[in-house]
């Protein structure tokens, strides 16, 4: 059973970079077939995707934040980060990783404030 | 790139037939076969109720279908019971290789 799970800071401050690792249980990250990605939710507003890391190595990012945003992998330790840069109160939000658009983490809420 | 068009709600009776809209363009859901939709409970993470447009994942009640005519595409919640109260969201994938989600929409069972 593929299982993931958030982990980070909950709290970061503004202009700084928001890192958030996702660990992958029940499936190797360098399994063909998969692809692994963010998105994220804002308090009381509707899904929105940052990006994806596919089992090659390609990445591709949401247009409106692919210069501040940093997917990889690190198979070694069976996990996939994430890395915003220059945040905002804007970058405020519920953070889910998940496989395939099927399996997703619990989700972490990640507020930027000072 | 814009996000996905849905309504902000839609209410139906148990029993009742619901559809629940997404409209895109030709760089999406027109023009490609990767629609998915998701349910959402309050303070959970989203599941995958759709994929590919039509196709189900195992375990997802066949009281769930999904299709499309053009660039929109429509979830269909048949049998409306009362846990199928949640958000609902639609995604497409892109001619630029990205996802873009809907504004989501808010089912009522009333």
């Known amino acids: 059973q593929l299982q993931l799970q958030e982990s980070g800071p909950g709290l970061v401050k503004p202009s700084e970079t928001l890192s958030l690792t996702c660990s992958v249980s029940g499936v190797s990250i360098s399994s063909s077939g998969y692809y692994w990605g963010w998105i994220r939710q804002p308090p009381g507003k509707g899904l929105e995707w940052i990006g994806s890391i596919y089992y090659s190595g390609s990445t591709h990012y949401n247009p409106s934040l692919n210069s501040r945003v940093t997917i990889s992998v690190d198979t070694s330790k069976n996990q996939f980060s994430l890395n915003l840069s220059s945040v905002t109160a804007a970058d405020t939000a519920v953070y889910y990783c998940g496989a395939a658009a099927e399996y997703w983490g619990q989700g972490t809420l990640v507020t930027v404030s000072s | 790139q814009s996000a996905l068009t849905q309504p902000a709600s839609v209410s139906g009776s148990p029993g009742q037939s619901i559809t629940i809209s997404c409209t895109g363009t030709s760089s999406d859901v027109g023009n490609k076969n990767y629609v998915s939709w998701f349910q959402q409970h309050p303070g959970k993470a989203p599941k995958l109720i759709i994929y590919?447009?039509?196709n189900r994942p195992s375990g997802v009640s066949d009281r769930f279908s999904g299709s499309r005519s053009g660039n929109t595409a429509s979830l269909t919640i048949s049998g409306l019971q009362t846990e199928d109260e949640a958000d609902y969201s639609c995604?497409?994938?892109?001619?630029?290789?990205?996802?873009?989600f809907g504004g989501g929409t808010k089912l009522t069972v009333l």
């Open positions: 995604s497409s994938y892109t001619s630029s290789s990205t996802w873009v």
């Open positions: 590919d447009v039509t």
